[in-house]
Every structure is written in C-alpha cells, then in structure tokens.
C-alpha cells in the first residue's frame, strides 16, 4: 500500500492538505500514519505525475488554500490499485523490533515497555470505541447495516482496527503476566 493510492482515495472530493491530514488522524489513525511534510511532498509529486491538479481557494482563516482534486489518470490508478487485490506483508511495527531486543536492558525496564505499550494501546482502542459509539448513535438501529456504502467500507476498517487492538492489549496483558512471572521464578 502507498501514500499515493490512500490520497487518491481520500481526494474522492477535493481538499486541501490539512484537511487531508485530518483524514489521517480521525479515519486512518490506526492503519496508516503520515505527516504533513509526507503527504504535502506525495501531493506535489502526484501532481507534477498528472494524477492530481490543484487550484487556489479563499480561506476563511488567512490566505488562499491550495486544494486538490484528482484528476481522470489518477482516478484510472486508483481503480488499477483496488482492482489489484489486497496487498499484504508490507506492515511494521516498530515496537515489536523494540521487543525482539529488550534482553538489552534491565527486567523491570523491559516490564516497563509494556506497561507503556498497554496503556498507549488502551487509549487508542478507548478512542476508536468513542469514534464507534459515535457513529451509533448517529446511525440508530440496524448500525452498521444502515450506513451508506462508503461509511460502510470506512465503518469495516473501524471494525478492524477495534478488533486487532483489542487483540494487541490481550496479547500484552499476556505478555506482562509471562514478564512478571518469569521475574518471580
């Protein structure tokens, strides 16, 4: 998966780069991350390669905002990437090279880790369950079912991502269980 093929997506309707940005905090935050200077540098390249055009708008708070849109070859790539099926194996995870090397500090520092690991994971599913509720209560009765397809699709990654980090803040419950226990032998 790229940068480029989630901002074609995500340029369904245009938008600028902040708005874009706070995409990626609210609706992806919990399978892609990417930070302005990223997605500002994907947008120029993007454009300069014809799959986007960008025009200047007012704004209500300073100056004018570029926005972008994409265009037809860029609406054609999109298609070709989802048409291509799921792409797999090209995940990381930083924290769990982190843990493959924590016989390199000290037990209690390591217990530590992952204690640190499962109170950021516990904010996060806190946040995506909040995110979910919300959602709920909007839709009413027969929530998820009744969403529009779009929502529906977004609604699926939601699922995900309430589903694996529930699994993660098992798996480090677990794993502190086996740390403290290891200690206590």
């Given at each position: 998966?790229?940068?480029?093929?989630?901002?074609?997506?995500?340029?369904?309707?245009?938008?600028?780069?902040?708005?874009?940005?706070?995409?990626?905090?609210?609706v992806?935050?919990?399978?892609?991350?990417?930070?302005?200077?990223?997605?500002?540098?994907?947008?120029?390249?993007?454009?300069?390669?014809?799959?986007?055009?960008?025009?200047?708008?007012?704004?209500?708070?300073?100056?004018?905002?570029?926005?972008?849109?994409?265009?037809?070859?860029?609406?054609?790539?999109?298609?070709?990437?989802?048409?291509?099926?799921?792409?797999?194996?090209?995940?990381?995870?930083?924290?769990?090279?982190?843990?493959?090397?924590?016989?390199?500090?000290?037990?209690?520092?390591?217990?530590?880790?992952?204690?640190?690991?499962?109170?950021?994971?516990?904010?996060?599913?806190s946040?995506?369950?909040?995110?979910?509720?919300?959602?709920?209560?909007?839709?009413?009765?027969?929530?998820?079912?009744?969403?529009?397809d779009?929502?529906?699709?977004?609604?699926?990654?939601?699922?995900?991502?309430?589903?694996k980090?529930?699994?993660?803040?098992?798996?480090?419950?677990?794993?502190?269980?086996?740390?403290?226990?290891?200690?206590?032998?």
């Amino acid at each position: 998966m790229s940068l480029e093929n989630i901002l074609l997506g995500i340029l369904k309707r245009p938008a600028a780069g902040y708005d874009i940005k706070r995409q990626f905090e609210t609706v992806f935050n919990h399978f892609w991350h990417a930070d302005l200077t990223q997605i500002y540098r994907a947008l120029n390249r993007m454009e300069k390669d014809g799959l986007l055009e960008s025009r200047l708008e007012p704004s209500e708070r300073g100056p004018a905002r570029k926005v972008y849109r994409r265009t037809p070859a860029g609406s054609r790539t999109l298609a070709e990437w989802l048409r291509g099926g799921p792409v797999l194996g090209n995940e990381k995870f930083a924290y769990l090279a982190q843990i493959h090397f924590l016989d390199e500090i000290e037990p209690a520092q390591a217990e530590e880790f992952f204690d640190t690991l499962r109170e950021e994971l516990v904010t996060q599913l806190s946040t995506l369950d909040a995110i979910e509720q919300e959602w709920r209560t909007e839709a009413g009765e027969g929530f998820p079912d009744t969403l529009d397809d779009e929502d529906f699709h977004t609604w699926l990654t939601l699922d995900m991502g309430l589903r694996k980090t529930r699994a993660l803040v098992e798996w480090v419950e677990a794993s502190i269980a086996r740390l403290r226990g290891r200690r206590e032998r």
